[in-house]
């Protein structure tokens, strides 16, 4: 490591655990969490309760926010975001190019059980397929790893915490499976 401090976004998918295993991440690395739908405008938290799905325009300034979160913390940060397109993640790196990203990873199925077990979340489960559609995997001359998320959570986390170990190598898949 080069003394910068560990800057991790934690993406995927609505249902993937983004919130769980970040703040477990966080915690095993000794920093701060930060969920990034609490960055959200109302207006988003709004549209998306309301089953219509975010457009560019409407995360745009959303992710320009946690990247600002990244480019003002001299300190280890994890940030649960579903930065589904690559242009989504090159809006996130602008505030720190060396953002790594843990892409959560699981099937359809798994992916909406865990949504329809979730009750009073704003995110509906109807959104989950526009969710599927509009993600884009890790590019391999983007820093991160893909971790299934068929394991348990434990699991799951140590799956991370292994990956995660060398923050500069392209991107690389952790345990499991890679279909959907």
Known sequence: MTGKPTHLVVMGVAGCGKSTVGAALAERLGAEFLDGDSLHPQANIDKMAAGTPLND?????????????????????????????????????????????????????????????????????????SQLATLEPLESDETGIVVSIAAPVQQVLADSLCGITDIGLPVVAVSGEQGS
């Open 57 to 129: 325009a409407d995360r745009a300034p959303w992710l320009a926010e946690i990247g600002r979160r990244f480019s003002t913390s001299d300190a280890a940060l994890v940030i649960a975001c579903s930065a589904l397109k690559r242009a989504y993640r090159d809006i996130i790196r602008e505030g720190d190019p060396g953002v790594t990203f843990v892409h959560l990873h699981g099937t359809r199925e798994l992916l909406g059980e865990r949504m329809n077990n979730r009750p009073g979340h704003f995110m509906p489960p109807s959104l989950l397929d």
